[in-house]
């Protein structure tokens, strides 16, 4: 029987705008299993973001329950979320968010030094990364010397640092053309191949195939298509 590892019941997200106030979600209730690839969709303004920012505990319903690993994240503290968001999730961002002054080695190295591993070990792990993802001869270039395929290379190599159990891809081939975007996907299902749970923003329709599963929103509700 497949495990569900993230579950959204009745989730909704309110932002106060003044005198009036804006529901970005509205009452999202959907599961995710372990080891599926989601492609959530949906046009500017849908909810997608902060659906995003919900799942990767950056952010708190403003009601509803959101269960990561059996955990309700809503009754943890602020630093049990913030433990919980390092051990249990990679992030993936269209913009790479990679830190320009440290080298590619350092950047991958970064969850891991903030997830108090010992040393030797997330030096160690970030050369196995580094050599999943093709970049062994890349580790002492800084992110401004890499192409952008290789800079989204090492994001998905930090992401991946603490072993989490999701990995959040926001537009992971918008920075990129087309050929290096399916370079990046071909990494994504296969991580996803050898058991990652994906889930993955994307507007384009043709990334979107990559993926079994598909969450269509629109003014934060879930639907059947677009």
């Not at 602020?78 to 051990?87: M, T």
């Not at 999701?166 to 920075?175: H, M, S, V």
Request: a negative charge.
């Amino acid at each position: 029987m497949s495990r569900v590892v993230a579950r959204l019941k009745d989730l909704t997200k309110t932002y106060e705008m003044g005198s009036s106030s804006v529901r970005a979600l509205d009452g999202l209730s959907v599961e995710f299993e372990a080891g599926s690839f989601w492609a959530i969709m949906g046009k500017s303004g849908s909810g997608k973001s902060t659906l995003l920012n919900l799942l990767g505990c950056l952010d708190r319903p403003t009601s509803g329950s959101y269960v990561l690993n059996g955990r309700d994240v809503a009754e943890l503290s602020d630093d049990e979320l913030s433990d919980v968001r390092l051990a249990n999730i990679g992030f993936i961002f269209q913009s790479f968010n990679l830190i320009a002054e440290l080298t590619v080695q350092e950047n991958i190295e970064l969850p891991g030094f903030y997830a108090d591993v010992e040393e030797e070990q997330y030096v160690a792990r970030a050369r196995e990364l580094a050599e999943l993802v093709d970049l062994s001869d890349r580790l002492q270039h800084k992110p401004t010397e890499l192409s952008g395929g290789q800079r989204q290379r090492v994001a998905i190599a930090r992401a991946l640092m603490n072993d989490p159990s999701i990995i959040l891809a926001d537009e992971p081939t918008g920075n990129l053309d087309s050929s290096t975007g399916d370079q990046i996907m071909d990494i994504i299902k296969d991580l996803n191949s050898k058991g990652k749970t994906i889930l993955m923003v994307t507007h384009d329709e043709d990334v979107a195939q990559h993926a079994g599963e598909h969450l269509y929103l629109k003014d934060g509700r879930r639907q059947g298509s677009l």
